[in-house]
């Protein structure tokens, strides 16, 4: 009788660390998945401003070609044409600074709680509402050059 008690309280003492053990694993389990939720969120604020900077390199690669357009291929083929030209790349140069901030500040798919910050829309306008500028300034300039 003494030697099944004993085994009895053997198995009790194993139940409860096992019990233990489990409660503490899924206690990781629920931090693992909560932090992996986290990383995912910071990993699309990320590529959001990826997207962005994608945007902003194209739209610069799009004004500098619009204003190279004018200027070299001035004689070589019509006016109207390096005009038209260059005031397509141009515009479309406008087109990206624009959509550029439109993507990054409204998102289709908001992204759950991210530890990493987005970058402030004030700042994001305000840059590229001067690139817009510069962009006009470029098709004026492209238009109305002689």
């Given at each position: 009788?003494?030697?099944?008690?004993a085994?009895?309280r053997?198995?009790?003492?194993?139940?409860?660390?096992?019990?233990?053990?489990l409660?503490?694993?899924?206690l990781?389990?629920?931090?693992?998945a909560?932090?992996?939720?986290?990383?995912a969120?910071?990993r699309?604020?990320?590529?959001?401003?990826?997207?962005?900077?994608?945007?902003?390199?194209?739209?610069?690669?799009?004004?500098?070609?619009?204003?190279?357009?004018?200027a070299?291929l001035?004689?070589?083929?019509?006016d109207w044409?390096?005009?038209?030209?260059?005031?397509?790349?141009i515009l479309?140069?406008?087109f990206?600074?624009?959509?550029?901030v439109?993507?990054e500040?409204?998102?289709?798919?908001q992204?759950?709680?991210?530890r990493?910050?987005?970058?402030?829309?004030?700042?994001l306008?305000?840059?590229?509402?001067?690139?817009?500028?510069v962009?006009?300034?470029a098709?004026?300039?492209?238009?109305?050059?002689?």
């Amino acid at each position: 009788m003494a030697n099944s008690q004993a085994q009895a309280r053997k198995t009790h003492e194993k139940i409860k660390q096992s019990a233990a053990t489990l409660e503490v694993s899924a206690l990781e389990q629920t931090d693992s998945a909560d932090r992996r939720t986290e990383l995912a969120a910071d990993r699309t604020i990320l590529a959001a401003e990826r997207t962005y900077a994608a945007w902003v390199r194209t739209g610069l690669a799009a004004l500098a070609s619009g204003i190279g357009a004018r200027a070299l291929l001035d004689k070589v083929v019509a006016d109207w044409l390096t005009r038209s030209t260059g005031a397509m790349l141009i515009l479309f140069a406008g087109f990206c600074f624009v959509a550029a901030v439109w993507r990054e500040v409204a998102p289709s798919v908001q992204p759950p709680k991210p530890r990493a910050r987005r970058l402030p829309a004030p700042l994001l306008i305000g840059i590229n509402g001067f690139l817009v500028i510069v962009a006009a300034a470029a098709f004026v300039g492209v238009i109305a050059s002689p």
